[in-house]
């Protein structure tokens, strides 16, 4: 409830997290974990609100605000995997399902002050969560340059697959599926963003351990780890 929109920010939410990945004063954990959440609060609240004064934020243009925090979030979800083996992390996809729903309610918001606090305190929360999940890599690559034929990889493959396979089962994938669809249906194709990441989502989803981002899971993300 505290938090202001920064004042003299230059830097965007992806050179923010790059610089959060690369600071030594985090707290750094043997395995990520909704375990690590409350030291991760603990000793990490400060040098938080010192990135988010980094913010370059236009609170002139919320909406183009919520379409850039969106795509990001599609980037934390689906483009923190290791190179060689593809995986979805259980909570970085709720950051994503988040920033859908923000994006739905904000049409029916009429006083400015409260999306400006509700996207400050999705900043603070995907601050905490990326630095709780051991700050995965983010390399647009594995999404931009991931190769599909969209000429029979299309929405109807994937909604195909979402809905008539066991995936249907998974209702967090379901989501996952309409928040990617629902995305180009308001913010266009964008070379292939939002299929790319659900075409990856439904071809490599293994439905008997589909999420990552346990301590005791062996798969992990690309994260930072303990020396």
């Not at 938080?48 to 379409?67: A, G, H, M, P, R």
């Not at 909570?91 to 988040?98: E, P």
């Not at 989502?201 to 993300?221: F, K, S, Y």
């Amino acid at each position: 409830d505290k938090l202001k929109a920064p004042k003299a920010g230059s830097k965007s939410f992806q050179e923010l997290f790059n610089n959060l990945r690369a600071d030594d004063r985090l707290p750094l954990f043997d395995a990520p974990g909704v375990g690590n959440l409350e030291a991760t609060v603990k000793e990490s609240a400060d040098i938080v609100l010192s990135y988010f004064d980094q913010w370059q934020i236009n609170t002139n243009n919320l909406e183009k605000t919520i379409e850039d925090l969106f795509d990001f979030s599609v980037y934390l979800y689906g483009a923190t995997h290791k190179p060689d083996q593809i995986d979805f992390d259980f909570f970085l996809l709720h950051l994503l399902t988040s920033m859908h729903a923000i994006r739905m309610i904000y049409a029916h918001l009429n006083e400015q002050q409260l999306p400006e606090n509700i996207l400050w305190q999705f900043f603070y929360i995907a601050n905490m969560i990326y630095i709780c999940q051991c700050r995965p890599k983010i390399d647009k690559g594995l999404i931009d340059n991931y190769k599909i034929d969209a000429g029979v990889k299309n929405w109807d493959y994937v909604i195909e697959k979402t809905v008539n396979t066991e995936l249907a089962e998974d209702a967090h994938l379901v989501k996952v599926i309409r928040t990617l669809r629902d995305a180009e249906i308001a913010y266009g194709p964008k070379d292939g963003l939002y299929l790319k990441t659900a075409v990856k989502t439904v071809d490599n989803a293994n439905i008997e351990n589909i999420w990552i981002g346990g301590p005791v899971n062996p798969r992990q993300l690309n994260i930072l780890k303990r020396q």
